[in-house]
């Protein structure tokens, strides 16, 4: 009998979804599918600043399986850049943090921030879907 599935935490879906070359055709053929859990490895990893290890307990699945994840995103964002193919973010195993996990009120839930009352979103000036307010890159990326 197969291992059940054990859903991926994320916070909050990606503003934006599409990403692509600006001002001439796509160089290579096809778009790169990057899945909503990848999305959220690298926002926890690289925008947050957390660990493998502090990811992996923030999206509720072992460290060995973030380290896949991660490295399976890092290699299509470097096959959109390099081979000057858009990129598409959907799809994917996971479910959207209800805010009430004991992780949530730690550095990466964006949907916790939110709903702590500290007005977000971009029309309040504070992260959009999808955006953390940064560790290590400054506050709030627009």
């Known amino acids: 009998m197969p291992r ?46 957390m660990t493998q290890e502090e990811c992996a307990e923030q999206m509720g699945i072992a460290r060995t ?3 896949r994840v ?7 964002i470097a096959e959109s850049i390099v081979d ?16 009430d996990h004991e992780n949530c009120f730690r550095k990466g839930c964006a949907r916790a921030r939110c709903r702590g009352g500290d007005g977000c979103g971009p029309a309040a000036g504070g992260p959009g879907p999808g955006r953390g307010h940064g560790r290590r890159h400054g506050q709030g990326r627009t």
Not at 70 to 76: L, Q
Not at 86 to 99: K, N
Request: net charge neutral.
């Open 65 to 67: 399986t973030i380290q």
């Open 4 to 49: 059940p599935m054990k859903w991926r935490r994320v916070c909050s879906l990606p503003g934006n979804t599409e990403f692509g070359p600006i001002g001439a055709s796509a160089g290579g053929v096809g778009t790169v599918a990057m899945t909503v859990d990848e999305y959220e490895a690298i926002r926890l990893i690289d925008l947050e600043g």
């Open 84 to 99: 000057g193919r858009p990129l598409h973010i959907g799809g994917g195993e996971f479910r959207l943090c209800d805010g």
């Open 70 to 76: 991660y490295d399976g995103a890092r290699r299509k």
